[in-house]
Each structure stands twice: as structure tokens, then as C-alpha cells.
């Protein structure tokens, strides 16, 4: 079966006890997330077997992809099934964070003014919440208060920088693809190792940007709409640059190893690809939520 | 000699017990799986349906308590959409596109075998939540805030296992995608693609769209009753009616994914009865794409008496009955198929006829709701039950009873007692009608759904439907019995089974070869 690589040729990979072994990791992590929250403390305990075991599960499952890989038996249609693969991945995605969006879009454009007495919201305000006047974002923990005064986070601050340093990581994982292209292995590492640690200061200047939320502007998870759009699409961004950086040092990892040629990189590819999706979800951050 | 490169050398021969069902990679295993997986579920939800029809056979309160009756409801919706017509479409997808385009196996069959294997767990989930303290959830299976944050301990299960079940959605769609748009055989061009091919790409691109909303949708819900958050209190600025627009972005396109594939099954077997090609199978391709984008701007039909501004009402109204022309094209071209054609009426041609006149009916009671001021008056009425059940089960389920019987030969080799199946198709059919027909008419005349009493002037209408329903439920024993006896034997099925089909799974000897199509056939 040496002569695999033709198009006229078709691989099947071999059976895997990987995926059985996810069902039953992701299945017991949440049967102990459900159970803590249901406040029993031990289902912490659970929650953390289920996260080793489809941690094992991600190593092993990969680990074999890579091997396979690297022992060249992928022919070009494998590596195209790939490439959709991840392609539509990545639009599931967006879709997660366009329900986020949606909310904040709703809560501002609809919610809040019908709350402040506008159009319809006239009795609701009347009775409900005489008195209420509604500014996004002023007063957008909404006409209880909830969560106490808080004061928003200002754009032109570290969310500003952050800014600045996505798009520079953007921009060096590039140069590290045009190194790849051009079998320039030293640009190839030197460009994973910089869009690493932009991410990484990224990540470290959004916890520090948490801590002075919580602890010098009392905005919290909990502070209305405003506290609950800003803290979760914030949130499941920084946890999918977390994500993407951990994807990155791999690839890095790889490459040290002399993983990847020129011509064929998938791996590379679709992590670069996830990282230019995480780049652009920021943008529609910054401009909406922190900005506008 | 295979041109299937293994790193192992199996060909033709499979690995047995664990290593094949819980390892396998094999398309037609998984699609076993989906199948049996779909139809085990389809009796589970069944027996749920049959104790909220026990309870309404008579007004007042005699068999269950409230909660347990509205429990019901809720798990009886939650596992025939998620555990009965969606696992069943895809186990034909699973069967039939490698089959149908010319490849061997799916395209990534690997995250295929994971699509499967979460069901079980996400159901075991899902319906533990019936032992638990507070009960299993009671709110509807549309989770509307802030009702469904009364839920007890089965709350968090809840979320999870919707969590738990988009992933398995959403991986098998790109797997689904995956394949039709890279492992087509040479000169399977997309406008020479068999319907069925067709209708699950577009639901697959549904699935990828909207099963990602739906997680966002009750993270939300979970982050509002246990993190504080205030996307549905109204105190805290957010808005209860942001979950149902959330909620039916995805469900109304949800809608659409449980019926399109059955459309891609009846327009395979109108044709091969006709003994003609399908009329209009362009038109065919780009209704399906109409509604699939129409699909996407119609979701506020559902919340009309939530009050909404007067445009909002009016251009929902309107693009919702828009729906009716893509929909109208597609039930005149079966009938254009069968018009002048050599007919015979085998089971899945009977199932098929029946689905084109029942879902029709669905389709009418659909546009009537879709009318704004006569759906201030059906809504939330036995009239919306009756409704979605005539697109859902004379729809999505005679369907993949259609699908069930036309490639049963295929699958396992052997032809189905034609006989048994046309007595099952008469019961099923009959008693359908004598369950749903009657809803039309207590709704109209203002029996709420959702409750497990009602006006004594409902009684006679609720027996007849009680009646019905058991009936149904006792028919589907025949059907069990019809497949399992066909998969132990029976007479030998040919590899073009039926004279008048047409298409490459036919070429295939029946059964097919482990591996579907080892070298890709030519496709003129
Ligand atoms: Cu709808």
C-alpha cells in the first residue's frame, strides 16, 4: 500500500478507541460540573477526573493524527477533508459568539430603552420602574441596580493595547507562515515564538484588566446586562486566545522537531487560521464593547 | 486487489464486538448505530406521549401530577427532536452519501464514530434527570426563561446534555459537509448529486448555523441562575423575550433540519415508483435553498403574542408565509413525478404518497399560524400540537419509515415482507390520523396545550385522540418486527432491488461491500 499518495487512492483510518474515551471524559466532567453546581462539593472532584481523562484524550487522539501525519500516509484528499473540516469548525464558532453579540445588540438597541419607558416599554416603566432612565452604559446593570454602581472600562486604556498587540500577533504568525513557505525554519520558530508571547501578554493584561474591574471599578459579572455582555463575550474570548496560544506552543513544538515541509503544513495552517478568527472576534469586541 | 490504503490490513473482513461498534470508523456501522440509537429513542419518547395521553383521556386530574404530566411533555419533545428524527437522519446520511456520491467511506470518520458514541451519554444525561429531586424539566422543551430557572437538580444536566448533543450535531454536520464537498467521485458534479445529497448538505450548513446559537443560547440560562449574570431579567436590564428570540433563531431553522432530509428521501423514492426522473430537479435544489435562507428571518412567528412592534409583526407574518412558494414547488414536483408514470405502491411509495398528502396538511395548518391576528387566537392552543405534529411525524417520521423500508434491501440483503409492511402502513397511517386530525378541532374551539385537564366539551375528541395514539404506539411493534426479521433473512434482495431506481447505491451489490466504493466509479 506504498503507493497511497495518488488521487486515485483512498485512505480510511483504522478504528480508535479516542473517541469513546472523550464521550466518557466530557460526560463525566459535566456530571460533576452539574453536581457542584447543584452543591454538592465532591462533584469538583469528579469534574476533575473528566477533565484529565479528556485531556488523554486530546493528547492521545492528536498524538495519533500527528504520527500518521508525519509517517506521510495522508494523501491530498485527507488534507482537504481537513481543511473543510476546520473551516466549518471555525464558522460553528462564530456562530457562539454571535449569539453573545445578539445579546448585547438586543439588550442595547431593545431592552434597555424599553425599560427607560420607550415605545411600548411606557406602562413597564410606568409601573414597574418609575424613574428609571436609561444611558448604555451608565446605568446598563439596569433599573435594580444590580450588582451596586459601577464605573465601565474605558476603551482607550489596555483595551487599546490589546488591541495593538492581537493584530501584531496576527501579523507575526504570518511572517512565521512565510517563513514555513520558504523552508526558513529559524523566521518559522521566531515568528511562533513572538505571536506566543504577544498572546500570552495579552492574556495577562486581561487579568489584569479583571482584577481592576472587580476590585477599583465594582463591574462584575454580576453588574446587570452591562456586567453580564462585558464579562461573557470577554470572557469566552479570552479562554479561546488561551485556547489558540496552548494550539500555537504545539505547533512550535512541532516545528522544533522539525515537524511541517513547505508543501505540507495543515496543522500549522489551521491553527493560524483560528488564531486570524480570535484576532477578528476582538475587533468586534473592542469596537462594541468596549468602544461604542 | 483494494485500493483502500489501511495501515492495518483488514479489508473485507470487520473487527468484531467492541473493536467494531465502539471503535469503528466504517460509515455503514456508525449508520447502524444512529439507526438503532433513533429507533430505541422513538419508543422511549413514545411511552412519554402515550402517559400524557393517558392523562388526557378524561377532564380532571387521574393518573399523574402536574408536574410529572408537564415533565413529560418537555422530555417526550426534547427526545424525539434530538434523540429520534435528528440521529435517524443522520444515520442515513451516514448509510447513504458515501453510497450515493461514489466514496468509500465518510470524510472524517474518525470525529464520525465520536458524533455517535456522545448520544448515548448525552441521553443518559438527559434522562436521569427523571430521578432526580424537582423532577426532570418541566418548562417545555423551549427552556423560556425565567420558567425553566425554577427547574430543580435537573437544571445543570439539562444545559449540559443540550451542550453535550449540539457538539455531536455539530461535528457530524461538518463531517457531512465534509464529504459531500471532497469525496465525491470523478464527475459527480454538485447539479448530478442524488436530492438526498442535496437536502443534507443544506441541513448541514443549518446544524453548523444554529446548534452553536442554541449552546449560547441556554449557557446564557445557566449563567443566569448561577453566576448572576442578567441576560433574561429585566431588573438587571436584560429582557425574558431575548431568550426566545435566542431560542427560535435556532429553532425555527431547526425546524427546517428535521424536515429537509425527509424531503431528500421522498424525492429518491417518488421516482423510483414513478419509474420516471424527478420533475424538476433544479427547481428542486434552489427550493431547498430558498427555504433554508428563508429559514433564518421567520423566527419571531413563534413569539407573536409577545409583543413585538407592528413591523416586526408584519414582516415576519410575510416572510414566513413567503416559505409556502419554495415548499408549494416541491410538493408539485413529487406530484408532477407521479403524474403519467407506471405507479406501483410498495410500502416506502405508500409511506411516501402519504407524506406528501399529510405534510401538506401541516404545511396549510402552518400558514394559517403564520397569519398574525388568527395566530393571536391558535396560540398555544392544541391547534400549534396539532400542526407540528402533522409536519413532524406523517412528515419527519413516515419518512424515515419511507427511507427504512426502500433500503432495507440495500443494507441488509434481504427484502422486507411486503405484506407486513403494507398492514403496517395502514395502521400507522390510520391511527395518525385518528390521534392528530381531532387536535385541529378542540384547538380551534380553545383546548390550551401544556395543561392536564381541560373543558369537559373537549372529551370525546381526547378518547378518540388516547385511541389513536395507542394504536400508533402498538403499530410501531409490527415495524420492529418487520426489521429484525428482514435483517435475520428473507428472501434475496438484487443490487438494483427496486426496477425503477436509479443511482450509484444500487450498483452496489446488496448488502454492500464493507468499504463502499474502493476505486471511485465514472459518473457520466
Ligand atoms: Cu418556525
Same mark, same amino acid.
Given at each position: 500500500?506504498?503507493?497511497?499518495?495518488?488521487?486515485?487512492?483512498?485512505?480510511?483510518?483504522?478504528?480508535?478507541?479516542?473517541?469513546?474515551?472523550?464521550?466518557?471524559?466530557?460526560?463525566?466532567?459535566?456530571?460533576?460540573?452539574?453536581?457542584?453546581?447543584?452543591?454538592?462539593?465532591?462533584?469538583?472532584?469528579?469534574?476533575m477526573i473528566g477533565a484529565i481523562i479528556t485531556l488523554s484524550m486530546v493528547f492521545g487522539w492528536f498524538g495519533t493524527v500527528i504520527r500518521e501525519s508525519e509517517s506521510g500516509i495522508y494523501n491530498d484528499q485527507v488534507d482537504r477533508s481537513f481543511r473543510w473540516g476546520m473551516v466549518w469548525f471555525i464558522f460553528s464558532e462564530v456562530m457562539f459568539f454571535g449569539a453573545f453579540f445578539g445579546a448585547l445588540y438586543y439588550a442595547r438597541i431593545w431592552s434597555m430603552p424599553w425599560l427607560g419607558g420607550e415605545g411600548a416599554g411606557v406602562a413597564t416603566q410606568f409601573f414597574l420602574w418609575p424613574g428609571f432612565e436609561a444611558m448604555w452604559p451608565q446605568t446598563a446593570n439596569g433599573p435594580a441596580q444590580?450588582?451596586?454602581?459601577?464605573?465601565?472600562?474605558?476603551?482607550?486604556?489596555?483595551?487599546?493595547?490589546?488591541?495593538?498587540?492581537?493584530?501584531?500577533?496576527?501579523?507575526?504568525?504570518?511572517?512565521?507562515?512565510?517563513?514555513?513557505?520558504?523552508?526558513?525554519?529559524?523566521?518559522?520558530?521566531?515568528?511562533?515564538?513572538?505571536?506566543?508571547?504577544?498572546?500570552?501578554l495579552f492574556i495577562s493584561l486581561q487579568a489584569t484588566e479583571y482584577v481592576h474591574a472587580y476590585h477599583e471599578l465594582n463591574l462584575t459579572l454580576e453588574s446587570g446586562i452591562y456586567g453580564s455582555t462585558f464579562f461573557m463575550l470577554t470572557g469566552f474570548h479570552g479562554l479561546h486566545v488561551t485556547l489558540g496560544a496552548i494550539m500555537l506552543t504545539v505547533i512550535l513544538l512541532r516545528s522544533i522537531l522539525g515537524h511541517f515541509t513547505p508543501e505540507h503544513h495543515f496543522g500549522f495552517e489551521a491553527v493560524a487560521w483560528y488564531w486570524h478568527f480570535v484576532d477578528v472576534v476582538w475587533l468586534g469586541l473592542f469596537i462594541f464593547v468596549y468602544w461604542l | 486487489m483494494s485500493a483502500v490504503a489501511h495501515d492495518d490490513a483488514h479489508h473485507e473482513q470487520h473487527p468484531y464486538?467492541?473493536?467494531?461498534?465502539?471503535?469503528?470508523?466504517?460509515?455503514?456501522?456508525?449508520?447502524?448505530?444512529?439507526?438503532?440509537?433513533?429507533?430505541?429513542?422513538?419508543?422511549?419518547?413514545?411511552?412519554?406521549?402515550?402517559?400524557?395521553?393517558?392523562?388526557?383521556?378524561?377532564?380532571?386530574?387521574?393518573?399523574?401530577?402536574?408536574?410529572?404530566?408537564?415533565?413529560m411533555t418537555t422530555m417526550h419533545a426534547l427526545v424525539m427532536i434530538f434523540g429520534v428524527i435528528m440521529p435517524g437522519f443522520v444515520g442515513l446520511a451516514n448509510w447513504l452519501i458515501p453510497m450515493m456520491i461514489g466514496a468509500p467511506d465518510m470524510a472524517l470518520p474518525r470525529m464520525n464514530n465520536w458524533s455517535f458514541w456522545i448520544l448515548p451519554f448525552a441521553f443518559a444525561m438527559l434522562l436521569s434527570t427523571l430521578f432526580m429531586d424537582g423532577g426532570a424539566p418541566a418548562a417545555g422543551w423551549t427552556m423560556y426563561a425565567p420558567l425553566v430557572l425554577q427547574t430543580g437538580a435537573a437544571f445543570p444536566f439539562l444545559v449540559f446534555s443540550i451542550h453535550f448533543m449540539g457538539l455531536s450535531s455539530i461535528l457530524g454536520a461538518i463531517n457531512i459537509i465534509a464529504t459531500i464537498l471532497n469525496m465525491r467521485a470523478p464527475g459527480m458534479t454538485l447539479m448530478k448529486m442524488p436530492l438526498f445529497v442535496w437536502t443534507w448538505l443544506i441541513t448541514a450548513y443549518l446544524l453548523i448555523a444554529v446548534m452553536p446559537v442554541l449552546a449560547g443560547a441556554v449557557t446564557m440560562l445557566l449563567t443566569d441562575k448561577y453566576f448572576g449574570t442578567s441576560f433574561f431579567n429585566a431588573a438587571g436590564g436584560g429582557d425574558p423575550v431575548l431568550f426566545q428570540h435566542v431560542f427560535w433563531f435556532f429553532g425555527h431553522p431547526e425546524v427546517y433540519i428535521l424536515i429537509l432530509p +425527509? %424531503?431528500? !428521501?421522498? $424525492?429518491?423514492?417518488?421516482? /423510483?415508483?414513478?419509474?420516471?426522473?424527478?420533475?424538476?430537479?433544479?427547481?428542486?435544489?434552489?427550493?431547498?435553498?430558498?427555504?433554508?435562507?428563508? +429559514? %433564518?428571518? !421567520?423566527? $419571531?412567528?413563534?413569539?407573536? /403574542?409577545?409583543g413585538m412592534p407592528l413591523a416586526g409583526l408584519l414582516f415576519f407574518m410575510f416572510a414566513t408565509m413567503l416559505i409556502a412558494v419554495p415548499t408549494g414547488v416541491k410538493v408539485f414536483n413529487w406530484v408532477a413525478t407521479m403524474w403519467r408514470g407506471s405507479l406501483t405502491f410498495e410500502t416506502p411509495m405508500l409511506f411516501a404518497i402519504a407524506f406528501i398528502v399529510l405534510f401538506t396538511i401541516g404545511g396549510f395548518s402552518g400558514l394559517m399560524l403564520a397569519i398574525v391576528p388568527a395566530d393571536f387566537q391558535y396560540q398555544d392552543t392544541y391547534f400549534v400540537v396539532a400542526h407540528f405534529h402533522y409536519v413532524l411525524v406523517p412528515g419527519s417520521i413516515f419518512a424515515l419509515m419511507a427511507a427504512v423500508y426502500y433500503w432495507l434491501p440495500k443494507w441488509t440483503g434481504h427484502m422486507y415482507n411486503e405484506r407486513l409492511g403494507k398492514w403496517h402502513f395502514w395502521l400507522t397511517t390510520i391511527f395518525v390520523n385518528l390521534t392528530f386530525f381531532p387536535m385541529h378541532?378542540?384547538?380551534?374551539?380553545?383546548?390550551p396545550r401544556r395543561i392536564p385537564d381541560y373543558a369537559l366539551q373537549f372529551t370525546e375528541y381526547n378518547m378518540i385522540e388516547t385511541i389513536g395514539a395507542f394504536g400508533f404506539g402498538l403499530s410501531q411493534l409490527l415495524f420492529v418486527y418487520i426489521v429484525v426479521q428482514t435483517i435475520r433473512g428473507g428472501e434475496k434482495a438484487t443490487a438494483q432491488v427496486w426496477d425503477g431506481a436509479r443511482g450509484l447505491e444500487w450498483t452496489l451489490p446488496s448488502p454492500p461491500p464493507y468499504h463502499s466504493f474502493t476505486t471511485a466509479p465514472e459518473v457520466k
Open positions: 500500500m506504498a503507493h497511497a499518495q495518488s488521487q486515485e487512492h483512498y485512505y480510511i483510518p483504522h478504528g480508535s478507541h479516542w473517541p469513546i474515551i472523550g464521550s466518557i471524559g466530557v460526560a463525566t466532567m459535566m456530571v460533576g460540573g452539574a453536581t457542584w453546581l447543584n452543591g454538592a462539593e465532591q462533584g469538583r472532584i469528579v469534574l444590580i450588582g451596586g454602581e459601577f464605573k465601565v472600562m474605558e476603551a482607550w486604556g489596555i483595551p487599546a493595547i490589546n488591541t495593538l498587540i492581537l493584530l501584531s500577533s496576527g501579523a507575526t504568525v504570518t511572517w512565521a507562515h512565510w517563513g514555513l513557505k520558504a523552508n526558513k525554519r529559524a523566521q518559522l520558530i521566531l515568528g511562533l515564538i513572538l505571536t506566543i508571547a504577544l498572546g500570552v | 464486538w467492541i473493536k467494531r461498534w465502539l471503535f469503528t470508523t466504517n460509515h455503514k456501522d456508525i449508520g447502524t448505530l444512529y439507526l438503532w440509537l433513533s429507533l430505541l429513542m422513538f419508543f422511549i419518547g413514545g411511552i412519554m406521549a402515550l402517559i400524557v395521553r393517558t392523562e388526557l383521556f378524561q377532564p380532571g386530574l387521574q393518573f399523574v401530577d402536574p408536574q410529572f404530566f408537564l415533565s +425527509s %424531503f431528500g !428521501v421522498i $424525492s429518491s423514492i417518488v421516482p /423510483t415508483f414513478a419509474r420516471k426522473p424527478l420533475f424538476g430537479y433544479a427547481s428542486m435544489v434552489y427550493a431547498t435553498a430558498s427555504i433554508a435562507f428563508l +429559514s %433564518f428571518i !421567520v423566527w $419571531s412567528h413563534h413569539m407573536f /403574542t409577545v378541532f378542540v384547538g380551534l374551539a380553545g383546548m
